[in-house]
């Protein structure tokens, strides 16, 4: 099992900043992706960025330029730095990860933090 506990999020002005911290607990041989995604009320949860372990990055459109992600592997942590928020940005924040259990078994499988709140507004 691995636990997904993320950290940060709150309130911010329109144009402001805020970061979020998630960390990898429990048993596990490799974390081959981390990331965040983010939903809002009546709509899909979607990606917003991920970092892979060899440190390739992906993100969404809208956060491109605004906001980036960083991954430290030997601490299992990732965290993703946004800057000139928009009111659109508000959302519940979630914390993921595609993870290999073991190095012998090649199956993934997909944990989730509880989500993080964001709110963007004046």
């Known amino acids: 099992q691995v636990q997904l506990v993320e950290s940060g999020g709150g309130l911010a002005q329109p144009g402001g900043s805020l970061r979020l911290s998630c960390v990898a607990s429990?048993?596990?041989?490799?974390?081959?992706?981390m990331g965040w995604y983010r939903q809002v009320p009546g709509k899909q949860r979607e990606l917003v960025a991920r970092?892979?372990?060899?440190?390739?990055?992906a993100y969404a459109d809208s956060v491109k330029g605004r906001f980036t992600i960083s991954g430290d592997n030997a601490k299992n942590t990732v965290t993703l730095q946004m800057n000139s928020l928009k009111p659109e940005d508000t959302a519940v924040y979630y914390c993921?990860?595609?993870?290999?259990?073991?190095?012998?078994?090649?199956?993934?499988?997909?944990?989730w933090g509880q989500g993080t709140q964001v709110t963007v507004s004046s």
């Open positions: 993921h990860s595609v993870v290999m259990a073991s190095r012998w078994i090649s199956r993934t499988d997909d944990y």
């Open positions: 429990g048993s596990f041989f490799r974390l081959n992706y």
């Open positions: 970092i892979s372990i060899g440190g390739s990055t």
